[in-house]
């Protein structure tokens, strides 16, 4: 079946460091991939998105690229934020419309 | 606001107990899910339903029933079969069809007493 493989955590950072959370699936045919970002006690949000190869979603500052020949889809962030600071989920939603997650990756940035 | 109000935030349960947590939606979409998440670990999906009056099973669902008479509404049973309820439960939506954005309730925290 589908599967994501994210890098695993925590993250600790500085702020105004570089970020770069490794993504890593499996899957048959062509998913949509995805970020979303958790806060403390609450859901999950979209952070960005990318429905085909090469595609790159982009929002906040952070950025993905749908890589096909490496099954990857990396987020990162050139200038991290104290703010910036949450659980993020790598996931990818395959052919019959159901949804894969990862583990999650712990991001602490300090001031 | 369109969105996915999930309640009650917090919830115990005693042993023996069945309870059930409420998941309604205002954004017209036609699949619902309900996920568990337990500390350090990804989202496990427990149910989904596609349409009203049909669900299936997801990857774990022992131990819980749900029910979609309407199609704002997916609630979510845990029953006493489920011997480690303790959880962070969190239902999601998404329009009609493959690929979509998922949108997210902000989640039930389920404990035992």
Known sequence: GDSVTQMEGPVTL????????????????????????????????????ATKADDKGSNKGFEAT?????????????SVQVSDSAVYFCALTGNAGKS??????TLTVKP | DGGITQSPKYLFRKEGQNVTLSCEQ??????????????????????????VNDFQKGDIAEGYSVSR??????????????KNPTAFYLCAST??????????GAGTRLSVL
Not at chain 1, 35 to 42: A, F, M, R, S
Not at chain 1, 100 to 105: Q, S
């Open chain 2, 69 to 82: 008479e309407k199609k704002e509404s997916f609630p979510l049973t845990v029953t006493s079969a489920q």
């Open chain 1, 100 to 105: 894969t997650f990862g583990d999650g990756t």
């Open chain 1, 66 to 78: 749908y890589r096909k020949e490496t099954t990857s889809f990396h987020l990162e962030k050139g």
């Open chain 2, 95 to 104: 329009e009609t069809g493959a690929k979509n954005i998922q949108y997210f």
């Open chain 1, 14 to 49: 500085s702020e105004e460091a570089f970020l770069t959370i490794n993504c890593t699936y499996t899957a048959t045919g062509y998913p949509s991939l995805f970020w979303y970002v958790q806060y403390p006690g609450e859901g999950l949000q979209l952070l960005l998105k």
């Open chain 2, 26 to 51: 205002n954004l017209n979409h036609d699949a619902m899910y309900w996920y568990r998440q337990d500390p350090g670990q990804g989202l496990r999906l427990i149910y989904y339903s596609q349409i």
